[in-house]
Structures are given as C-alpha cells and as structure tokens.
C-alpha cells in the first residue's frame, strides 16, 4: 500500500518561498508520477503540478511559473516550492500519485495533507 | 483554459436513495474525467477514472457516465458512510481543473 507524507514549515511570510517535501513509502518513485495539489480553506481543490521520476514536469499555468517540483530518488521523495506566496497561496498542500499524467494527471494515492499559512 | 461547472452545489438525500451529480466541462475533455469524495478534515479519497472506471476497492453502488462536456455520478442506494463532498476533475489540459464540490447531506 502506497503511503504518501507532507512535511514542512506551517507558516510563510509573504513574498517569501513556501517549500514541502512528500515522503513515499510501500512504493519507489522511479515509476509513476507524482503531483501536488492544494486547497483553500473552505474551498475546491486546485491542481499544481507533477514530475516523473526522470525530472520532467508539468505545471498549471494559473501559478505563473511560481512552481518548481524536483525529486529526489535516493530518498523517495518529491518536492514542491512556490515563490512569491501571497495570502492567497494559504492553503491545505496535498502530495499524490499520478495516473495517465499527459496534461495532467487524475491522482489515486494523497497523503493527509499539510496546512501552510502565508501569513506576517 | 477549461471550467469544469458541477450541480447541485448542495444535495439532500436519505439513505436508500439514489443520487445524481452533474459535472460540466466548458469545452469536450474526450472521457479524461475523475471522481473523487472528500469528508470533512481528510485528503480526497479517488473513486472513479476516465469518466467510468471504477477504482479499485471501491463499492458499485458508485458509477460514472458521460464524455465530452457532460459527466454524471450516481450512488444507488446511498449509505451513511456517503455523506461527503464529492469532486470531479478534468485531466485533459495542464489545468487540471476540479470542479467546485457538490455536497451530500443527509435530509
């Protein structure tokens, strides 16, 4: 069973970079894809992006190129950092797994999610 | 840059009965459509991929239909563990658009 953990800081000063990190267990990430995805309190979820374990990747336009995922393989984990963060980027940051990522991808395993506040 | 427009926003319903949500894409997304539950606190929890395939493990008394621009998810006989926020999402473009939730209440 595929298990999937966000870490990372809770808050953010604005302008600054929001950086988490996604844990994998019970699985490796050098197959399959691997997306972000994030959610504003009390409201829909919105796609970020996704990297395959080769370092390709694919992001949402609506960030504006804010977005980088990087992996690391050695350590079976997946990165998201977002720069620039506003209030507006405060939002619940889940970790997936990928499945028929073209474009992008719809996502099978998350993990619980983190909360990241962007806040002074 | 493709909307993805779900209704209800809000359904009442009992256990028992059967229920509909509707998903619509502002242009066709061919069947690259998914479904997912989220209860309140939780990560989403996937139940259905390219608009009809249901996942694995999870009850067929869920079901999906549809392609191009109108989608459908039906619960027959909707059970108590049910109630929840039900999402679909389009991956036909780098959007990946969600649509805005259509909550299952009990009546």
């Known amino acids: 069973q595929v298990q999937l953990q966000e870490s990372g800081p809770g808050l953010v000063r604005p302008s600054e970079t929001l950086s988490l990190s996604c844990t994998v267990s019970?699985?490796?990430?050098?197959?399959?894809?691997w997306g972000w995805i994030r959610q504003p309190p009390e409201k829909g979820l919105e796609w970020i992006g996704y990297?395959?374990?080769?370092?390709?990747?694919k992001y949402n336009p609506s960030l504006k190129s804010r977005a980088t995922i990087s992996a690391d393989t050695s350590r079976n984990q997946f990165s998201l950092k977002l720069t620039s963060v506003t209030a507006a980027d405060t939002a619940v940051y889940y970790c997936?797994?990928?499945?028929?990522?073209?474009?992008?991808?719809?996502?099978?395993?998350w993990g619980q999610g983190a909360l990241v506040t962007v806040s002074s | 840059d493709i909307q993805m427009t779900q209704s209800p926003s809000t359904l009442s319903a009992s256990v028992g009965d059967r229920v509909t949500i509707t998903c619509r894409a502002s242009?066709?997304?061919?069947?690259?459509l998914a479904w997912y539950q989220q209860k309140p606190g939780k990560a989403p929890n996937f139940l259905i991929y390219?608009?009809?395939s249901l996942a694995s493990g999870v009850p067929s008394r869920f079901s999906g239909s549809g392609s191009g621009t109108e989608f459908t998810l039906t619960i027959t006989s909707l059970q108590p563990d049910d109630f929840a926020t039900y999402y679909c999402?389009?991956?036909?473009?780098?959007?990946?658009?969600f649509g805005q939730g259509t909550k299952v209440e009990i009546k």
């Open positions: 999402q389009q991956y036909d473009s780098l959007s990946g658009t």
């Open positions: 390219d608009a009809s």
């Open positions: 990297i395959y374990y080769t370092g390709s990747t």
């Open positions: 997936a797994r990928g499945l028929s990522c073209t474009t992008s991808c719809f996502l099978d395993y």
């Open positions: 019970g699985g490796s990430i050098s197959s399959h894809y």
């Open positions: 242009q066709s997304i061919g069947n690259w």
